[in-house]
């Protein structure tokens, strides 16, 4: 059974910084696209980052610069290191994996696997 795990989420003021961990098992994911997605209630779930294997990443404009994707695949682990936080990145953030595309994408239907995610809050 393949299961994500979110961890790091919490309360934090504007301009601080988070680090969200998203352990993998059940499944290796060494080979494949895993990404970051928030969702706020109203609105529809959005892109954070997503990283390929070999390290190519992408971003929603509104983090870049800001947050950095990474992966650790010997440990099936991805990571969000968020800088510089402001109250609009308030969000649920859940961690993906892909079935079976190498390449990150935005695209929600290319993630078979979901975490529950991690509740973020920035402070004003």
């Known amino acids: 059974q393949v299961q994500l795990v979110e961890s790091g989420g919490g309360l934090v003021q504007a301009g601080g910084s988070l680090r969200l961990s998203c352990a993998a098992s059940g499944r290796t994911f060494s080979n494949y696209a895993m990404g970051w997605f928030r969702q706020t209630p109203g609105k529809q779930r959005e892109l954070v980052a997503a990283s390929s294997s070999g390290g190519s990443t992408i971003y929603a404009d509104s983090v870049k610069g800001r947050f950095t994707i990474s992966r650790d695949n010997a440990k099936n682990t991805l990571y969000l290191q968020m800088n510089s936080l402001k109250p609009a990145d308030t969000s649920v953030y859940c961690c993906?994996?892909?079935?079976?595309?190498?390449?990150?994408?935005?695209?929600?239907?290319?993630?078979?696997?979901w975490g529950r995610g991690t509740q973020v809050t920035v402070s004003s």
């Open positions: 993906a994996a892909a079935g079976s595309s190498y390449f990150p994408t935005a695209l929600l239907h290319e993630y078979a696997y």
